[in-house]
C-alpha cells in the first residue's frame, strides 16, 4: 500500500473534496467558510472516502504491484493503460477555479503533511478547540477560576449526588439520548473541574494509584 497507493489515495480524496466545495459554492449561496463550518460532516467524507478508493486505478494496483513482484505483471499488461492526468494539476484547476492561489507544490505538500501522525500535544489542542466549540454553541461561557478552598469531602458529597441523579434520569426519562448528551456534557463542563480538585487535594501517592 505505501508503494504510491496510499498517496494516490489522498490526492484523489483531495480532488473529490475540491470538487465538491466548488459545486456547492457554485450552485448555492454558501460560502466556503459556510459550507466547511456548518454542512461537512462525517457521513460526506465517507462518501467521499469511498469515492475515492473507487477513483484508484488498475494501472496504480498494477504499478505497485510490478515493484513489489515483478514476476506477476506482464509486461504488455502495463501497455494496455491510457497516459492519466495528474491528480495534482485537477485538484489545482479546481483550486484557482474557486478563487485559492496554489499550485502542484502545495497539493504535494499538503498530502505529505497528512501522512504524519499527529503529536500528543496536538491532539490535546484539537480536543480543547472542540471542546470550546461546544461552549459557544449553547452560549456557556467560561469563568476564570475562583481561587477557593473546598473540601475534599464537599466534592465527593457533590459528586455522589451528581451519580444518584444521573442514574434516576437514565433510568426514568424517556429521552434517552438527549439526556444522555446533556448529562455528559455537564459532566465534561462541570464536574470534571471538582475531579481535578479533589485529585490536588490527595496525596501525591494517592493520585497516582
Known amino acids: ?3 504510491q497507493v496510499i498517496s ?25 467558510r459556510e ?13 467521499m472516502t469511498d469515492q475515492a478508493w473507487l477513483s484508484v486505478t488498475t494501472r496504480t494496483l498494477t504499478s505497485t504491484w510490478k515493484k513489489l513482484w515483478p514476476e506477476s505483471v506482464a509486461e504488455r499488461t502495463l501497455e494496455g493503460f491510457e497516459p492519466e492526468v495528474p491528480v ?10 474557486m ?24 491532539l490535546q489542542e484539537l480536543q480543547s ?3 470550546s466549540g461546544v461552549l459557544q454553541e449553547i452560549g456557556f461561557e467560561e469563568e476564570p477560576e475562583v481561587k ?14 451528581w451519580e444518584r441523579v444521573s442514574q434516576f434520569v437514565e433510568k426514568k426519562h424517556p429521552e ?12 465534561d463542563t462541570c464536574l470534571t473541574h471538582f475531579r481535578s480538585k479533589r485529585g490536588r487535594n490527595k496525596p501525591p501517592w494517592t493520585v497516582f494509584f
Not at 13 to 21: E, G, P, V
Not at 35 to 47: A, E, G, P, Q, T
Not at 149 to 158: A, G, L, N, Q, R
Not at 179 to 187: H, V
Open 1 to 3: 500500500m505505501v508503494q
Open 8 to 32: 494516490n489515495f489522498k490526492k484523489l480524496y483531495t480532488k473529490h473534496l475540491f470538487r465538491c466545495c466548488f459545486e456547492v459554492t457554485e450552485n448555492t449561496n454558501l460560502t466556503l
Open 35 to 47: 459550507y466547511w463550518k456548518d454542512h461537512f460532516n462525517i457521513l460526506v467524507c465517507l462518501r
Open 88 to 97: 495534482e494539476e485537477e485538484i489545482v484547476s479546481l483550486g484557482k477555479t
Open 99 to 122: 478563487g485559492l492561489v496554489m499550485d502542484e507544490r502545495d497539493v504535494n505538500e499538503l498530502i505529505e503533511e497528512h501522512s504524519q501522525e499527529l503529536t500528543t500535544e496536538e
Open 129 to 131: 478547540q472542540q471542546h
Open 148 to 161: 477557593d478552598t473546598i473540601s475534599t469531602s464537599e466534592i465527593k458529597d457533590i459528586l455522589g449526588m
Open 176 to 187: 434517552k439520548v438527549a439526556t444522555g448528551r446533556a448529562s455528559e456534557l455537564f459532566n
